[in-house]
């Protein structure tokens, strides 16, 4: 383990490992100061971020942040490190790829060159140059980065702005559940997946979500795909049955233990993922997984300390569980930022900096990133605090976000966007829903050649028979 200092104003900081640089170069978040791994103060967080910049990327290869002998995660990470794509960058220290980065998001090529060297990067070097950039270079970067992923709809392509229809009921009543699909889809959101947090774990009770979505979705012919957010194991057994499972979803983080909690191994999601590929339900693209992360889970199960036992900040475990996500080729990956609460991150201002830092890594490391915007009605946050993230996601080509009716979520109890805010979104930054989508909704009269959405009237529009139903 390396150690570092670094004078401040006539004040030498001393910081053991790069877990510790990380930590302490970070922003201030609530969540690192529970772990215990936070700055202690202005002067000792600009100390660490210096030396942050100056560390050459290859000790991040030499220098594991979570061990590598006891976390299978880090095994996955480094034993498939692109050494090729690694070149263009490997004379680099941290500063140096920020610096690279912010010229070449720049570059009539951009998209190319990021891309070439996405598989040399590893998660922890894109947290640590997160941890250099501002907003603003967090927008520039990922919108240069163009990452695509197909099932039934193509989710990524330049100018476009997908949604998650989350039609939660805490029930699970059918009726509730149709009612708020059909009023999102009059909205014109469901692109990148109808998606349902069960509220019970009964696979009965997903079987019949599944087959209630796949019912609506043919009935109409919409370009889309479903999924029921049940356990991996759940799903997998679903699939085994006969039932119509478009994605399989399943949350991860950034190290062994963490993914232990949620009662997850690699193989088993390995195994989801072939099983769902072999079924082949797609018609424009293979890509099966839906993934879910969130700053904070790591710590939230006692599972985030790494080398030497120090704690990682939730960043750089966050940006792990991406390293984990891009082995599997997901059709969809979002992180929920502001989910778990004020513990992890406090208000509007840190929720709004970690979902862009979080979008950031994702699109750095090839991922079809989306995102929860979204807090918990104890945070220091409102309305205004996810207009402002929803609008700087949509300039940094954020490929979907999620909604719920009304922007209330009455079965997991958190405020996330509404239909109407991405269309307002959409409006305002000239975005569009995914092709195949925004093409369904102009041949069923929901929308004009021009995209825009037009008056439905429930007496007569397309889903008439459900709504009298």
Not at 183 to 209: E, F, K, R
Not at 334 to 343: D, S
Not at 455 to 469: E, K, Q, R, S, Y
């Given at each position: 383990?390396?150690?570092?200092?670094?004078?401040?104003?006539?004040?030498?900081?001393?910081?053991?490992?790069?877990?510790?640089?990380?930590?302490?170069?970070?922003?201030?978040?609530?969540?690192?100061?529970?772990?215990?791994?936070?700055?202690?103060?202005?002067?000792?967080?600009?100390?660490?971020?210096?030396?942050?910049?100056?560390?050459?990327?290859?000790?991040?290869?030499?220098?594991?942040?979570?061990?590598?002998?006891?976390?299978?995660?880090?095994?996955l990470i480094l034993d498939r490190h692109d050494r090729q794509a690694f070149?263009?960058?490997?004379?680099?220290?941290?500063?140096?790829?920020?610096?690279?980065?912010?010229?070449?998001?720049?570059?009539?090529?951009?998209?190319?060159?990021?891309?070439?060297?996405?598989?040399?990067?590893?998660?922890?070097?894109?947290?640590?140059?997160?941890?250099?950039?501002?907003?603003?270079?967090?927008?520039?970067?990922?919108?240069?980065?163009?990452?695509?992923?197909?099932?039934?709809?193509?989710?990524?392509?330049?100018?476009?702005?997908?949604?998650?229809?989350?039609?939660?009921?805490?029930?699970?009543?059918?009726?509730?559940?149709?009612?708020?699909?059909?009023?999102?889809?009059?909205?014109?959101?469901?692109?990148?997946?109808?998606?349902?947090?069960?509220?019970?774990?009964?696979?009965?009770?997903?079987?019949?979500?599944?087959?209630?979505?796949?019912?609506?979705?043919?009935?109409?012919?919409?370009?889309?795909?479903?999924?029921?957010?049940?356990?991996?194991?759940?799903?997998?057994?679903?699939?085994?049955?006969?039932?119509?499972?478009?994605?399989?979803?399943?949350?991860?983080?950034?190290?062994?233990?963490?993914?232990?909690?949620?009662?997850?191994?690699?193989?088993?999601?390995?195994?989801?993922?072939?099983?769902?590929?072999?079924?082949?339900?797609?018609?424009?693209?293979?890509?099966?997984?839906?993934?879910?992360?969130?700053?904070?889970?790591?710590?939230?199960?006692?599972?985030?300390?790494?080398?030497?036992?120090?704690?990682?900040?939730?960043?750089?475990?966050?940006?792990?569980?991406?390293?984990?996500?891009?082995?599997?080729?997901?059709?969809?990956?979002?992180?929920?930022?502001?989910?778990?609460?004020?513990?992890?991150?406090?208000?509007?201002?840190?929720?709004?900096?970690?979902?862009?830092?979080?979008?950031?890594?994702?699109?750095?490391?090839?991922?079809?990133?989306?995102?929860?915007?979204?807090?918990?009605?104890?945070?220091?946050?409102?309305?205004?605090?996810?207009?402002?993230?929803?609008?700087?996601?949509?300039?940094?080509?954020?490929?979907?976000?999620?909604?719920?009716?009304?922007?209330?979520?009455?079965?997991?109890?958190?405020?996330s966007l509404s239909f109407h805010d991405v269309l307002t979104a959409r409006q305002v930054l000239g975005l569009?829903?995914?092709?195949?989508?925004?093409?369904?909704?102009?041949?069923?009269?929901?929308?004009?050649?021009?995209?825009?959405?037009?008056?439905?009237?429930?007496?007569?529009?397309?889903?008439?028979?459900?709504?009298?139903?």
């Amino acid at each position: 383990m390396t150690t570092y200092h670094q004078q401040v104003a006539g004040t030498t900081y001393t910081f053991h490992g790069l877990v510790e640089v990380l930590a302490k170069a970070g922003p201030r978040r609530s969540g690192d100061e529970l772990a215990g791994c936070a700055a202690q103060s202005d002067a000792e967080r600009a100390a660490a971020l210096w030396v942050l910049a100056d560390v050459p990327l290859d000790r991040f290869l030499e220098e594991p942040v979570v061990p590598y002998d006891s976390d299978d995660v880090t095994r996955l990470i480094l034993d498939r490190h692109d050494r090729q794509a690694f070149a263009t960058l490997s004379a680099l220290t941290v500063g140096g790829l920020r610096d690279w980065l912010l010229s070449t998001a720049a570059a009539p090529d951009a998209a190319d060159l990021l891309s070439r060297v996405s598989r040399g990067l590893t998660p922890e070097m894109v947290a640590a140059v997160s941890k250099t950039m501002r907003n603003q270079d967090l927008v520039a970067v990922a919108r240069a980065t163009q990452v695509t992923s197909a099932f039934r709809t193509t989710i990524g392509t330049p100018g476009t702005l997908a949604t998650r229809l989350q039609p939660n009921h805490p029930t699970d009543d059918p009726r509730g559940i149709a009612a708020a699909t059909v009023d999102g889809l009059l909205l014109g959101c469901g692109d990148a997946v109808i998606g349902v947090n069960p509220a019970t774990d009964s696979p009965q009770a997903a079987a019949d979500l599944l087959h209630l979505l796949d019912d609506v979705r043919q009935r109409y012919a919409i370009p889309t795909q479903s999924c029921v957010l049940s356990h991996v194991t759940t799903t997998i057994e679903l699939m085994e049955r006969g039932a119509p499972v478009d994605l399989v979803f399943q949350s991860i983080a950034g190290t062994q233990g963490a993914n232990e909690s949620f009662g997850i191994t690699l193989p088993m999601l390995f195994e989801a993922d072939e099983a769902a590929r072999a079924m082949s339900r797609g018609t424009v693209g293979d890509n099966v997984m839906y993934l879910e992360t969130g700053q904070g889970s790591a710590l939230s199960a006692a599972a985030h300390l790494g080398t030497d036992g120090r704690p990682v900040d939730q960043q750089t475990l966050e940006a792990r569980a991406y390293g984990l996500a891009r082995e599997l080729a997901p059709f969809l990956v979002n992180t929920v930022v502001g989910f778990i609460g004020p513990e992890y991150l406090r208000d509007g201002r840190q929720i709004i900096r970690a979902g862009l830092e979080d979008h950031f890594c994702g699109r750095l490391l090839a991922l079809p990133m989306g995102v929860d915007i979204c807090y918990t009605n104890h945070a220091e946050a409102d309305h205004d605090d996810t207009d402002t993230l929803l609008l700087l996601l949509g300039a940094a080509g954020c490929a979907f976000v999620i909604t719920v009716p009304g922007a209330d979520d009455v079965m997991l109890g958190y405020q996330s966007l509404s239909f109407h805010d991405v269309l307002t979104a959409r409006q305002v930054l000239g975005l569009a829903p995914a092709p195949e989508f925004a093409a369904w909704l102009t041949s069923t009269g929901l929308a004009d050649r021009t995209g825009r959405l037009l008056p439905a009237d429930p007496a007569t529009g397309p889903f008439h028979p459900l709504m009298n139903a």
